[in-house]
Antibody
Framework: QVQLVQSGAEVKKPGASLKVSCKAS????????LSWVRQARGQGPEWMGW????????TFAQKFQGRLTVTTDTSTRTAYMELRSLRSDDTAVYYC???????????WGQGTMVTVSS | EIVLTQSPATLSLSPGDRATLSCRAS??????LAWYQQSPGQAPRLLIY???NRATGIPARFSGSGSGTDFTLTISSLEPEDFAVYYC???????????FGQGTKLEIK
């Protein structure tokens, strides 16, 4: 069974940078890429960005343009999400999501809780 | 950016009832609309993709319909485990951009 395993919880100060990893048990994100999705407490999921596992091409939600970097290392089947200039409203659970479907996410990581607080 | 609006925000029903959840897109998304179920502390679980296709392992009581801007998720007869929050999600273009709706909470009446 394919799994996406994310790095552990983080506590960051405002203005700091965050890097979360997502390791796949197979080459799953070379098919349709991998997305990062976050979810603040009590809110719906929010798509942040996508990276191709074939050529490294990326797309981003407009609100994260310039502050978000998403990359993959196909040799280790690991994807990375880096978010800079953190604010308190970046406090959320961050998920990686991928799968065998171009239009939806049939596979999710377990989530990484990120707290931004002074 | 395409905005997805879900209604109602909360739906109160009893086990055995039929549930109908709506998702409206701010512009046409064709059939590229998915539905997810999320229970507390869990990642979203894909139920329906491409408007009407059930994901692997999803019971037949879940069905999706619609195209363009108006979509519906129907649960034919509610089981106790179906009381959760449901989200719709669309894909636009390739390379893709995705957005999610704000959710419908299905609660026990």
């Amino acid at each position: 069974q394919v799994q996406l395993v994310q790095s552990g919880a983080e506590v960051k100060k405002p203005g700091a940078s965050l890097k979360v990893s997502c390791k796949a048990s197979t080459d799953i994100f070379t098919i349709y890429g991998l997305s990062w999705v976050r979810q603040a407490r009590g809110q719906g999921p929010e798509w942040m960005g996508w990276v191709s596992g074939q050529n490294g091409k990326t797309t981003f939600a407009q609100k994260f343009q310039g502050r978000l970097t998403v990359t993959t290392d196909t040799s280790t089947r690991t994807a990375y999400m880096e978010l800079r200039s953190l604010r308190s409203d970046d406090t959320a659970v961050y998920y990686c999501a991928s799968g065998y479907n171009r239009d939806a996410f049939d596979m999710w990581g377990q989530g990484t809780m990120v707290t931004v607080s002074s | 950016e395409i905005v997805l609006t879900q209604s109602p925000a909360t739906l109160s029903l009893s086990p055995g009832d039929r549930a109908t959840l709506s998702c409206r897109a701010s512009q046409s998304v064709g059939i590229y609309l998915a539905w997810y179920q999320q229970s507390p502390g869990q990642a979203p679980r894909l139920l329906i993709y491409d408007a009407s296709n059930r994901a692997t392992g999803i019971p037949a009581r879940f069905s999706g319909s619609g195209s363009g801007t108006d979509f519906t998720l129907t649960i034919s007869s509610l089981e106790p485990e179906d009381f959760a929050v449901y989200y719709c999600q669309q894909r636009n273009n390739w390379p893709p951009a995705y957005t999610f709706g704000q959710g419908t909470k299905l609660e026990i009446k």
